[in-house]
């Protein structure tokens, strides 16, 4: 059956504000967890970006709730300290935590003052990355000299069961790149055609492991209300890929998001004041294999969305499913 969880958006909550939403998540019947892990928000509306690694030990503490992390390594972060950070996390809290590891975002990474890699030498990069972060989690000492560079690094403290490593992606062709390392994968709501063919050519390309996907959703009592919370805090992030890679500033996405219109929000946000829509939209995900659904809402106030999805949302999908 599909776990469906919390998504914890630092770009846009203030990490107190946001544990305290994880806690109240799992006490309506959330089942699990997933953080981002960004530098800078998406757009200065949000306002927020709090550093997960420091959040996620606090909620794993306050919560029985599985988390998983999105994660770039190999500028912002080197891939050894990532690899402590896993392996800490996953040493204290056994079997209840994974990272998905994706090639990053200019807005997040320009801030180390390197230039920003083409696609191919990000990509080449994050398996580089990959592969050191697997080998100090299964204990070797760890040498490298590429993309990356590594001198004798060794993991001191580490889980007796390395956490997942999955793989992020947006497309069919990455989804197919990554089904070569990663232990699963992840990617976000699209139309259901292009999530299909994703899931296929991942285990086409032997991917294994469970299937991931991160909903965005903005929920209110009223339709005008949804779609004003939807249009204010997610207009920046409608761009697709090369756009949303490159931009490398908040005031960057602010500007070119001036005059976005709502119908193309609306199809990166599953908007809608009817919860039954919602279960609708989070049925068809269901079909297509998903194992973990991991849900966004869009506003910066998250207890009513927890409370009417929690009631009236989630027990209708465990009844179907």
């Known amino acids: 059956m599909t776990v469906f969880g919390f998504h914890?958006?630092?770009?846009?909550?203030?990490?107190?504000?946001?544990?305290?939403?994880?806690?109240h998540a799992?006490?309506?019947?959330?089942?699990?967890?997933?953080?981002?892990?960004?530098?800078?928000?998406?757009?200065?509306?949000?306002?927020?970006?709090?550093?997960?690694?420091?959040?996620?030990?606090?909620?794993?503490q306050a919560t029985n709730l599985s988390f998983g992390v999105v994660n770039a390594p190999g500028q912002r972060y080197h891939p050894a300290i990532i690899a402590q950070a896993i392996g800490t996390l996953g040493a204290m809290y056994p079997g209840r935590f994974w990272a998905a590891l994706g090639s990053g975002e200019a807005s997040n990474e320009h801030i180390t003052g390197?230039?920003?890699?083409?696609?191919?030498?990000?990509?080449a990069r994050l398996r580089e990355s990959v592969d050191v972060i697997r080998a100090l989690l299964a204990g070797e000492e760890v040498s490298h000299d590429g993309l990356v560079r590594v001198d004798r690094a060794k993991l001191w403290t580490r889980p007796e069961q390395p956490p997942a490593l999955i793989?992020?992606?947006?497309?069919?062709?990455?989804?197919?790149?990554?089904?070569?390392?990663?232990?699963?994968?992840?990617?976000?709501?699209?139309p259901i055609e292009h999530l299909r063919q994703m899931i296929d050519a991942y285990r086409e390309a032997g991917g294994r492991g469970p299937l991931h996907l991160q909903v965005h959703v903005s929920w209110a009592p009223d339709q005008d209300q949804a779609e004003a919370i939807a249009y204010d805090q997610w207009r920046s992030n409608v761009f697709p890929p090369p756009v949303c890679w490159d931009l490398d500033t908040a005031e960057h996405f602010d500007a070119v998001s001036e005059q976005v219109p709502m119908e193309k929000v609306s199809s990166t946000v599953n908007v809608s004041a009817d919860l039954g829509r919602h279960v609708g939209w989070l049925e068809e995900y269901v079909e297509l294999g998903f194992d973990q659904i991991a849900l966004h809402h869009v506003g910066q106030e998250q207890r009513a969305f927890i409370d009417a999805f929690g009631a009236e949302v989630l027990p209708k999908l465990r009844t179907a499913g």
């Open 8 to 23: 914890a958006s630092h770009e846009q909550i203030h990490p107190t504000k946001l544990l305290e939403a994880v806690i």
């Open 114 to 123: 390197d230039g920003w890699p083409r696609k191919e030498l990000r990509n």
């Open 167 to 190: 793989g992020a992606a947006v497309s069919v062709e990455t989804a197919r790149w990554v089904a070569d390392w990663a232990d699963g994968l992840i990617t976000v709501n699209a």
């Open 26 to 60: 799992e006490r309506a019947g959330f089942g699990a967890a997933m953080s981002s892990d960004h530098f800078s928000p998406w757009s200065a509306r949000q306002g927020q970006s709090a550093f997960a690694w420091s959040w996620l030990g606090a909620a794993l």
